[in-house]
């Protein structure tokens, strides 16, 4: 799980649906800046782990910035340019000095365990030559750590059973732009090594359908009026109170989304083969995602009738939402086993 985490986030969700799924295990967490910085992510991803009893899955620190470096310091000058940006992420909020010092405690407290001193991308690296075919890398942020890790060692492409992306605009406007969605806009150079990269399944769930899917009081109530467990009671203290202010209140599932194809792929209602691609122009359409379709003059026989580089996809269109809901619902009140090491 490559991921951009946060404190009950869509990033912990997908986590936590994957954490307890008994036909999965997850062999390792590791962290790439976007929503927030890597210390950020560090922290949220150690201390959950740590609350639910997981603490046998490794977390791995990641880069600390995107490949062409961060842009906060001239992003002004890009919004005077090209217009405000929606959403920032990590850049909204200073660096951190490490993931035990950030700008603020985090609202669960800090962990009382460490990262694994091994990088991210060594990792990524390491577990997929130690498992061939059997690893399944969820791409939920920025794929910043994943291109590093095919870039270098690009032998373990063919290696990989499949990668999911949370990402992209496919066929709809921008959250961040009005061209990009924040995690292909964050590192889009990143994005584009691993599209073109030839994994033999690369499945991407863009805001098309993760922003027309609603979490809303209706799903908090049948999680919150399970049994205690450390997920429920998580639920309770940190959702809870939102809730309780505005009834009405709702926000979407990104992420969870990506896990819940994977674990049960009859959720997925339409899945679109778009070739996907995105502009790594530094201007206006920086970031944007490119689904190109069928058309009665290019066929997805003939890849030569897309731009160079270009991979043939499976794009999530939509999904079952009750059967979506009572997944998330079951996974997220399920008591999990509790191999803290």
């Known amino acids: 799980v490559d991921a951009d985490m946060g404190v009950l986030n869509d990033d912990a969700v997908a986590l936590f649906m994957l954490l307890n799924s008994p036909n999965v295990e997850v062999l390792g967490v590791t962290i790439v800046p976007g929503n927030s910085w890597s210390e950020h992510g560090t922290a949220a991803a150690l201390r959950q782990l740590e609350l639910i009893g997981r603490t046998d899955v490794p977390v791995f620190m990641g880069v600390r ?20 940006s929606e959403y920032l992420g990590a850049y909204g909020r200073p660096r951190p000095e490490s993931y035990l010092k950030l700008d603020r405690e985090p609202a669960i407290g800090y962990p009382t365990i460490k990262p694994a001193e091994e990088h991210a991308v060594d990792f990524i690296v390491r577990a997929v030559k130690a498992h061939p075919n059997q690893v ?31 990402g992209g605009a496919i066929d709809v406007p921008g959250n961040t732009s009005p061209t990009a969605e924040f995690n292909w806009w964050f590192d889009p150079e990143a994005v584009r090594i ?46 809870g109170p939102r809730f309780e202010g505005d009834p009405k209140a709702r926000s979407f599932v ?50 030569a009738d897309f731009p160079a580089g270009t991979q043939k996809m499976r794009v999530l269109m939509d999904v079952d939402r009750k059967a979506f809901w009572d997944l998330y619902v079951d996974l997220m009140t399920r008591r999990a086993n509790n191999r803290s090491r």
């Open 65 to 84: 910035e995107p490949l062409m470096g961060s842009r906060q310091p001239w992003l002004e000058a890009e919004e005077r340019i090209w217009g405000r």
């Open 136 to 166: 399944t890398l969820f791409v939920l942020g920025p794929a910043t750590n994943v291109a590093l890790a095919i870039r270098k060692n690009p032998e373990i492409v063919p290696l990989v059973k499949g990668v999911y992306y949370m």
């Open 194 to 239: 691993t599209l073109r990269a030839p994994f033999r399944e690369q499945i991407v769930v863009p805001i098309d359908i993760a922003e027309r899917v609603f979490y809303t009081k209706d799903e908090y109530s049948r999680i919150a009026a399970a049994p205690e467990t450390p997920i429920t009671q998580l639920f309770r203290r940190l959702h």
């Open 254 to 303: 990104w992420d969870a989304l990506t896990t819940a194809i994977f674990l049960q792929p009859a959720i997925a209602t339409r899945i679109d083969d778009r070739f996907v691609d995105v502009d790594v122009t530094y201007g206006p359409n920086y970031g944007r995602s490119i689904g190109y379709h069928q058309s009665r003059r290019r066929s997805f026989d003939t890849p």
